[in-house]
C-alpha cells in the first residue's frame, strides 16, 4: 500500500483554512507519535516540522527499544516498568522496523556474575508477558562463543539477556504514514513562526513554507509543543518571561565495520568511568559503539562531537574488544542532543531522570518533553489526553496500544534488503524497475538501491539530498565518506522527481558533503 504523506495537498489544506482540532509543533518521534494517535482517535489533526521529519534527537538514537539497565540500578522501577512493556508493544506493533536483540554482559570478576545477574533477573520479572526471553547466565566458554572479538584475559564468564533494536528514522517514517493513513496532514519543511492567540488562549499558530516563503495563519482548538531540544522557544512565543526548562546532554556514537564484533549478539558494558553503560551493537550491517552523557549549554541541529567523548568511546572500547579501534576505523560519528527536564540538584546529567514531563499553560498550550524513543506511544496518548481537555474536545479512547503501524509485516524468509518498508516493499520493487540502474547499488558501500531515492520523494516526503541519505536511508551514518560520494547521484534523481535545476543539485550535493565531512574522524 502506498503512504498517504502529500506534501503539496498538506499545503493546500492549509490553504482553506479552516480550523483544526490539534495542531503538533515537532516531527521528531514524540510529535509523529501524537499526530499518529490524535489522527487515530479521528480528530483533525495538523503536523509542523520546520526542518525535516527526526532531523534531530530523533534519527540519533542508540537504536535501542529498551527498558532501561542503567535506570534499573537508579532505583527508577516506574520508568523501566513502563518502558519495558512499551517495548513489547512497540516490536509488536511494527515488527518490520524493530526486531529482539541478545546482549551479553562479559564479567571479569566472579561477584559481578551475581551482581549483575540479579539485577536482570529483575529485568525480565518487570517485564512480565511482555518479555523477549529470559536472561542466563554464561560460562567462560559460551561468552567467547557469542563475541568471539570480546577481550577475553581474565573473563570469568557473562550474562546474556534481551533487548530491542530499531532504525530510529524509519520508525519516524513509519510512524509518520501511520498518521497519514488515519487522516492526519503532516509537513515538514514549515516552521511555526508564532502563537495565535483569542484573548489570553492559544488559539492556533502561524507558519512559514521553508521552501516558498509563504505564510500561513492557522487556526486550532488545541496546540501541542514537541520541538524537543527547542521546546523553550515554543513556550516563550507563549510567555518570554519563561525559564530554560531544560538540561540538554548530548550523546555521541562510533560507527564501525562489522567485523569488530563478528557475531548477532551486542555488548554491555555495565559501568564506564562516568557511570554510564556502554553499547557495543551490531546495527544495519556496522558496529555501533555509543554513548556518552556530556552537558551543553546550546541546543543545535548539527551538534559536534567533542575530541574527550570520541577518545572515551575508543579507549572503553579498547578495555573490551580483542582488537582495538582506531580513528582510521571510524566510519562516521553521529551525535544526538538529549532534552532532558531541568532537575535542582542532579550531580550532573548522567543523574537526570529520563522521565517524560507534560505541562499545560495559563494559555492551553500542552507542552512534553524528555522521554525517550521506547515511551513514545505512552507520551502521546497522555500528550492528545491533555490536548483534548485543552481544547474542548469530545474524548475518544486511545487505540494504539495494540495499532499496526504502516506497513506492518512478521519478520521471516528469506533475508530481503528492503524488508524494513515491510508491506510497501513491492511498491519499493516497482519503482526500482522504473528505469535503468535504479536497482544498482547506491554505492559498493552501502546496502541501497538507487531508485529508493525516487522511492522517498514519491511516497516519504524527501526534499533534500541530506533527507535522503540521512534518514529516509541511513547511509550518513554507515558510512559517511560513501554516501558522499552517493550524493550526485542521489541528487540527480531528486533533481528530476522535484523539477529542481543543475544549480540546485550542485548546492545540495555541496552541503550535504559538508555535512559528511563533518562526521567522520
Known amino acids: 500500500m502506498s503512504t498517504g504523506l502529500d506534501r503539496a495537498g498538506g499545503l493546500a489544506r492549509l490553504d482553506e483554512g479552516s480550523e483544526w482540532d490539534i495542531v503538533i509543533i515537532g516531527g521528531g518521534a514524540t510529535g509523529l507519535g501524537t499526530a499518529l494517535d490524535a489522527a487515530a482517535r479521528g480528530y483533525r489533526t495538523l503536523l509542523l516540522e520546520g526542518h525535516d521529519f527526526a532531523k534531530g534527537t530523533s534519527s540519533r538514537a542508540t537504536k535501542l527499544v529498551h527498558g532501561g539497565v542503567r535506570y534499573l540500578a537508579q532505583g527508577n522501577i516506574h520508568l523501566v516498568r513502563h518502558a519495558l512493556h512499551e517495548r513489547g508493544r512497540l516490536l509488536a506493533n511494527a515488527p518490520q522496523v524493530t526486531r529482539r536483540q541478545g546482549f551479553v554482559v562479559p564479567c571479569y570478576r566472579w561477584w559481578d556474575l551475581a551482581f549483575y545477574g540479579i539485577g536482570l533477573f529483575a529485568y525480565d520479572l518487570l517485564a512480565g508477558k511482555l518479555g523477549l526471553g529470559r536472561s542466563r547466565l554464561l560460562s567462560r566458554a559460551e561468552v567467547l562463543k557469542r563475541l568471539p572479538t570480546v577481550r577475553d584475559e581474565n573473563l570469568r564468564g557473562g550474562i546474556l539477556y534481551y533487548d530491542g533494536q530499531f532504525d530510529d528514522s524509519r520508525l519516524a517514517a513509519t510512524i509518520a504514514a501511520s498518521a497519514a493513513d488515519h487522516g492526519a496532514t503532516l509537513l515538514n519543511y514549515v516552521r511555526v513562526t508564532g502563537l495565535l492567540k483569542q484573548g489570553d488562549k492559544v488559539a492556533g499558530v502561524t507558519a512559514r513554507d521553508m521552501e516558498t516563503g509563504t505564510d500561513y495563519r492557522i487556526k486550532a482548538k488545541a496546540v501541542v509543543n514537541a520541538a524537543g531540544i527547542f521546546m523553550d522557544e515554543i513556550r516563550r512565543m507563549d510567555r518570554p518571561d519563561l525559564d530554560t526548562g531544560l538540561s540538554l546532554s548530548q550523546g555521541v556514537h562510533l560507527v564501525l565495520d562489522a567485523s569488530f564484533l563478528s557475531g548477532d549478539d551486542a555488548i554491555l558494558i555495565p559501568k564506564t568511568a562516568d557511570g554510564r553503560v556502554l553499547f557495543v551493537l551490531p546495527w544495519l550491517g556496522r558496529t555501533v559503539v555509543g554513548t556518552t552523557d556530556t552537558p551543553i549549554q546550546t541546543a543545535s541541529l548539527e551538534p559536534h562531537a567533542l575530541e574527550s567523548e570520541i577518545e572515551f568511546l575508543l579507549s572503553h572500547a579498547a578495555h573490551y574488544l580483542k582488537r582495538p579501534p582506531a580513528r582510521f576505523d571510524v566510519l562516521s560519528v553521529f551525535t544526538g542532543i538529549r532534552p532532558l527536564v531541568r532537575v535542582k540538584g542532579a550531580s550532573g546529567t548522567s543523574a537526570v531522570p529520563r522521565d517524560h514531563v507534560l505541562m499545560v499553560a495559563d494559555s492551553g498550550l500542552v507542552t512534553i518533553t524528555g522521554g525517550k524513543w521506547t515511551t513514545y506511544r505512552e507520551m502521546a496518548e497522555q500528550t492528545v489526553d491533555a490536548a483534548a481537555r485543552a481544547g ?27 524488508s524494513a518498508y515491510g508491506a510497501d516493499a513491492p511498491l519499493v520493487r516497482a519503482v526500482l524497475a522504473e528505469k535503468p540502474g535504479w536497482d544498482a547499488p547506491m554505492h559498493p558501500n552501502l546496502p541501497y538501491f538507487l531508485g529508493e531515492a525516487a522511492y522517498a520523494v ?13 534518514r529516509r536511508t541511513r547511509s550518513l551514518l554507515l558510512d559517511a565518506r560513501a554516501a558522499a560520494e552517493a550524493a550526485p547521484a542521489v541528487a540527480a534523481i531528486l533533481a528530476a522527481e522535484l523539477g529542481r535545476d543543475e544549480a540546485w543539485v550542485a548546492a545540495q550535493v555541496a552541503e550535504f558533503r559538508a555535512l559528511a565531512a563533518a562526521s567522520v574522524l
Open 392 to 418: 474542548g474536545l469530545a474524548p475518544v479512547p486511545c487505540p494504539t496500544a495494540g495499532l499496526h503501524l504502516h506497513g506492518w509485516k512478521e519478520r521471516g524468509g528469506p533475508a530481503d534488503p528492503l
Open 458 to 470: 514519491r511516497h516519504l516526503m524527501a526534499r533534500t539530498v541530506e533527507d535522503v541519505l540521512s
